[in-house]
């Protein structure tokens, strides 16, 4: 793995992982599980929506006549959160040799059997990736953030604080682990290793084009790697459509928009720079990145210097992050800095949920398009 992906890896690690040290308040945590509750609520509602029933071009929506003037929260939501899988299905051609991104350096791995397959990352990328190629019957277990259609009664290998417990992977007999290093500890990968797992450590880079790159190495290290190569064309093409139907909708000068990490109980706010995957929603938003303004990468905690000097005019959170601030209101009370900014003035926050805002997969098109119309189009 690129040291710049396993630098990032590790800070969002960090982040999520002392989150996870400090409960939320009641009352944050009741509305956390009302937004979760909502979020499985649309999950179910859009995986039933027939397969015909193709979502509203974005161009056809209620568009804003000025965005930098609207006023107001919305929420993305995926108009299918389901998982689209090549069909029909390939077959493993088995055994095969792929390279392995430990920390430590690239080894050689041979896959012998992928019948049995154990998934976990920061995002549920590799999850989504593994079902997009058509090998979701393979799976046996999965990372706490691969919920999508189909995956409800997969267990869950991963806890609260982001790690994994090797012992209930090992109760799960995995021909196969994929991992991408974001979730540890590191002792417990090799732990698996050294039971006897054939384990995989692919690059999971924060980006459309990195999306494209996972679904070549996972589609690689199932024996499907044609799969992977079609996988990855697809993906590249949807954002490359999605891009250019933003373009047509997203105003000359572009809104200045900022992503920002919320764990109100646990008192962490984080502001997302370059290579933190932001930025690639934020341009492909048709926005301008104004952390790149300020010279921010990967995950910095939140400054009130370096929120005003940004000043955004729209900000992108996590939905159970808003939430357990205690909404919008709650974030400018705690966080007056932002309160001066535009997007503060004008309680400009778009907020999606946790496992889906930066999923980059195959459904990076979707998740991109969602955006576009909470931003573009929120009274659609």
């Known amino acids: 793995m690129r040291r710049g992906a396993w630098a990032g890896a590790a800070s969002l690690l960090a982040a999520l992982a002392l989150s996870a040290c400090v409960p939320l308040t ?45 006023e107001g929260p919305s929420t993305a939501v995926l108009a299918d959160a389901a998982v689209d899988a090549l069909d029909p299905a390939p077959t493993p ?24 397959v154990v998934v976990f990352d920061m995002s549920g990328s590799i999850a989504a990736t593994v079902w997009a190629l058509g090998q979701g019957d393979a799976l046996v277990g999965r990372d706490v953030a691969a919920d999508f259609p189909g995956t409800e009664d997969l267990p869950v290998v991963t806890g609260s604080s982001h790690t994994i417990n090797p012992e209930a992977v090992l109760a799960l007999e995995p021909t196969l682990v994929i991992t991408d290093g974001s979730i540890g500890p590191t002792d417990s990968v090799q732990q698996l290793a050294d039971a006897g797992v054939t384990v995989v450590v692919v690059e999971n880079e924060s980006s459309f084009t990195g999306a494209g790159e996972l679904a070549r190495q996972v589609g690689a290290a199932l024996g499907v790697a044609d799969a992977g190569e079609k996988l990855a064309d697809r993906i590249a093409s949807d954002v490359a459509d999605t891009q250019a139907e933003i373009a047509d909708v997203a105003p000359d000068e572009g809104l200045r928009i900022m992503m920002l990490y919320l764990r109100g109980a646990s008192g962490i706010y984080y502001m997302f720079g370059e290579e933190s995957g932001a930025d690639q929603l934020v341009n492909g938003l048709g926005g301008v990145d104004v952390a790149a303004e300020i010279g921010l ?59 889906q805002l930066l999923a980059f997969g195959p459904r990076s098109a979707d998740i991109l398009d969602a955006l576009a119309r909470a931003v573009y189009a929120p009274e659609s």
């Open 297 to 355: 990468d990967g995950m910095k905690p939140l400054t009130d210097e370096a929120m005003l000097a940004a000043d955004p005019e729209l900000i992108l959170v996590m939905s159970h992050g808003i939430e357990s601030v205690g909404g919008v209101d709650g974030l400018l009370e705690a966080k007056p800095a932002i309160a001066l900014t535009a997007a503060g003035q004008h309680r400009r926050i778009v907020d999606m949920a946790d496992n």
């Open 26 to 70: 009641p009352e944050a945590e009741s509305s956390s599980q009302a937004v979760a509750t909502a979020n499985a609520e649309a999950a179910v509602q859009a995986s039933a929506t027939p397969a015909s029933a193709a979502p509203t071009p974005l161009a056809d929506l209620n568009l804003l006549a000025d965005p930098h003037a609207y």
């Open 93 to 116: 051609q088995l055994p095969v040799t792929v390279t392995s991104h430990t920390l430590d350096g690239d080894v050689d791995v041979e896959v012998a059997d992928a019948s049995r």
